[in-house]
Nanobody
Framework: QVHLVESGGDLVQPGGSLRLSCVASGFSFSSYPMRWYRQVPGKERELVAG????????YYPDSVKGRFTISRDNAKNTVYLQMSSLNLEDTGVYYCNVFVKGLDYWGQGTQVTVSS
């Protein structure tokens, strides 16, 4: 079955950087777009980056554009989220997501805390 495992979350100071990873299994990884979301308590889950099945189609909302970079390594079944210039509003649980055969799949999430 589809399985997504995120890692890389940590406590980081404002202005710092982190790289999140999501290892996928159970589906043909290279054929599917992948997404990163984040969730803050009391708020809806927010899409922060998306990448097509190729590497040339990416999406970022204005809130992270220029600071976050999504990438994928199809040989490793892994999608990454490189985050820089982190600010307090980037705090949250970050989830990897894929939509396969009509169903949304999520990992367990990884906590990112931006604090001085």
């Amino acid at each position: 079955q589809v399985h997504l495992v995120e890692s890389g979350g940590d406590l980081v100071q404002p202005g710092g950087s982190l790289r999140l990873s999501c290892v996928a299994s159970g589906f043909s990884f290279s054929s599917y777009p992948m997404r990163w979301y984040r969730q803050v308590p009391g708020k809806e889950r927010e899409l922060v980056a998306g990448i097509g099945s190729g590497i040339d189609t990416v999406y970022y909302p204005d809130s992270v554009k220029g600071r976050f970079t999504i990438s994928r390594d199809n040989a490793k079944n892994t999608v990454y989220l490189q985050m820089s210039s982190l600010n307090l509003e980037d705090t949250g649980v970050y989830y990897c997501n894929v939509f396969v055969k009509g169903l949304d799949y999520w990992g367990q999430g990884t906590q990112v805390t931006v604090s001085s």
